[in-house]
């Protein structure tokens, strides 16, 4: 699914990435803040493959000959969409990628492909809950839970 443009592999990228849009909205909606267009074109080029993408790279894509997005515009978006929920930061990769299941708070476990880039979030309580644990043994208070795991997708592999 890396760097998807269109239908591959029965995935219609187009369809999945104007569904993320119409949740986006919803989510904005039921938390009374606004999906403004600015927002929303970031939101897209998130979206716009199954990659994570960098902010500066997400910058590059805004810009036009018109009128040139600025950074701050770009990361005061990116904060709007981590707060809502709709987004995830990946720290090891210091990028972003778009959350299938918005919600304004779960744990994020990721597999990132070494090979061509995809991420993939998955869901798996049970690690979670370890973590959780682990860290109240440790007296830890645990802020925010984010599990990322480096190897190869099936076709890297």
């Not at 805004?62 to 040139?68: C, F, I, V």
């Amino acid at each position: 699914m890396a760097g998807m443009a269109g239908t591959t592999a029965g995935h219609d990228h187009h369809t999945c990435v104007e569904r993320a849009l119409d949740r986006a909205a919803r989510v904005c909606a039921l938390n009374g803040s606004r999906l403004t267009a600015v927002r929303r074109r970031v939101l897209r080029e998130v979206w716009r493959s199954h990659d994570a993408v960098k902010a500066y790279d997400i910058l590059a894509r805004l810009g036009d000959a018109r009128r040139k997005a600025k950074p701050p515009t770009v990361y005061r978006a990116l904060q709007f969409l981590l707060a809502e929920g709709l987004v995830h930061r990946l720290e090891s990769l210091n990028a972003f990628i778009g959350c299938p299941a918005p919600t304004r708070r779960h744990e994020g476990q990721f597999l990132i492909c070494a090979g061509c880039g995809l991420v993939q979030e998955i869901h798996a309580p049970g690690v979670a809950a370890a973590v959780q644990d682990a860290a109240q043994r440790a007296g830890f208070a645990v802020a925010r839970q984010m599990v990322e795991v480096l190897g190869r997708c099936p076709r890297c592999a």
